[in-house]
C-alpha cells in the first residue's frame, strides 16, 4: 500500500503535534494548523521565513538546529520558553529530527505546549468539580422548594383567620420572602426549556449585546469591536448566549464603576479562531474564541477559581448566578 502526497498532506494536517518543516538554511518549507494555532502565524504566508523570524528562543538553540543539520544529530528540549510574533511567551517540549530527502537535510520540528496540556487538565479537573457543585445545588434547591409551598399556603390561610388588618402585615413579610426565595430557587435550578440551536453569526451576538449594553450605560462606556470577519456561523442557542455575553459585560461594568466613574470605562469584546482546540475532552478542528476585555480592578485571585459557582461574587449583594 503506498501514501500519496494528499494522504501524506491530509495526515500532517489532522496531527494536534505543531509540526513544523525547515530546511537545510533554517527556512520554512511547511507548518500544520496545529503550529499556525501556537504561533499565531499562517503558514501559507511564512513559508520561506528564517526560523526566528517565526519565533524567538535563544542563540543556543539556533545554533542546536544548525548542528543537527551539519551532523544529523537529533534532539530532544524540554521546557524550552518561545516568544511568539505576538509576544506571548509559551513553554514548550520540542523534538528535532534530521531527514534525508532527495540529497537536501530537512529538518522535522514536533512541538508539544506544556501549557496547553496543563490547561486541559486544569479545565477537566474544573469541570467535574462544578457538575458536582451544580448537581448538588440542584438537589438543595429542590429541598428548599417543595417546603416553601407549604410556608406559603399556611401563611395565606393564617392571614385568613386573623381577625386584625395589622396582624396581616406579618403573613405578607412571610408570603413575600416565600415568593423571593422561591425566584432565587427557580434561578439556581435553571431553565427546564432546552436549548433552540441553530447556526447563528457570532457577530450579531455581540452586536446584540453592545446595543443593550450602550442603552443601559446611556452612551457613557466606550465599547471597543476587535471582531475577526472570517469567523464562520457557529451552532448556539442565540438568545441563551446574548444573556451569558450580557451577564459577563454587566459584571465588567459594575466592577469599573466600583473603582472610577463609568464614563472612563473601556470594555472590548473580541473575537478569534482557533485551530486544534480542545474543550472538555472533544478536541475541535476549528472553534470560535469571544474575549471580553475591561480596564476595571479585575477579578480577585481567591475568586478565580470559584468564578462560575453559583452564589459566588465578588459584590456584597451578589448571588453569582448570573455567571453560573
Known amino acids: 500500500m503506498t501514501i500519496s502526497d494528499a494522504q501524506h498532506r491530509l495526515l500532517l494536517d489532522n496531527l494536534t503535534t505543531a509540526t513544523l518543516l525547515l530546511n537545510a538554511e533554517l527556512r520554512l518549507e511547511y507548518m500544520n494548523p496545529a503550529a499556525e494555532m501556537l504561533l499565531a502565524v499562517s503558514g501559507q504566508r511564512s513559508h520561506g521565513q528564517f526560523i526566528s523570524e517565526l519565533f524567538t528562543e535563544s542563540t543556543e538553540a539556533l545554533s542546536s538546529l544548525r548542528q543537527a543539520v551539519e ?18 511567551t509559551i513553554t514548550v517540549d520540542y523534538a528535532v529530527t534530521p531527514i534525508l530527502h532527495q540529497g537536501q537535510t530537512l529538518l522535522l520540528l514536533e512541538v508539544h505546549p506544556r501549557d ?14 462544578q457538575e458536582t457543585t451544580k448537581m448538588l445545588v440542584r438537589g ?12 406559603r399556603g399556611a401563611a395565606q390561610l393564617l392571614a385568613r383567620e386573623l381577625p386584625e388588618e395589622g396582624l396581616r402585615d406579618y403573613t405578607n413579610v412571610i408570603i413575600e420572602e416565600a415568593d423571593r426565595l422561591r425566584n432565587l430557587v427557580d434561578r439556581m435550578l435553571g431553565s427546564n426549556k432546552l436549548p433552540s440551536l441553530a447556526m447563528t453569526n457570532i457577530h450579531e451576538v455581540l452586536e446584540r449585546v453592545c446595543s443593550l449594553v450602550d442603552a443601559e450605560s446611556q452612551g457613557c462606556i466606550t465599547l471597543v469591536r476587535d471582531y475577526d470577519p472570517s469567523l464562520p456561523d457557529v451552532l448556539i442557542d442565540r438568545e441563551q448566549m446574548i444573556q451569558a455575553v450580557l451577564n459577563i459585560v454587566r459584571n465588567a461594568m459594575q466592577a469599573i464603576s466600583s473603582q472610577n466613574e463609568l464614563r472612563l470605562g473601556r470594555i472590548t469584546l473580541r473575537s478569534r479562531a482557533l485551530r486544534q482546540f480542545t474543550i472538555g475532552h472533544v478536541r475541535h478542528r476549528l472553534v470560535a474564541r469571544v474575549e471580553i476585555i475591561d480596564n476595571g480592578p479585575g477579578i480577585p485571585p481567591e475568586l478565580q477559581e470559584t468564578l462560575f459557582y453559583p452564589m459566588v461574587s465578588g459584590r456584597p449583594d451578589g448571588t453569582g448566578l448570573g455567571l453560573a
Do not use: D, V, Y
Open 71 to 88: 551532523q544529523a544529530h537529533p534532539f530532544t528540549k524540554r521546557e524550552a520558553q518561545l516568544t511568539s510574533l505576538t509576544g506571548q
Open 116 to 129: 496547553r496540556l496543563l490547561r486541559i487538565t486544569k479545565e477537566e479537573a474544573q469541570l467535574s468539580k
Open 140 to 151: 438543595l434547591a429542590h429541598e428548599i422548594k417543595n417546603p416553601l409551598g407549604g410556608i
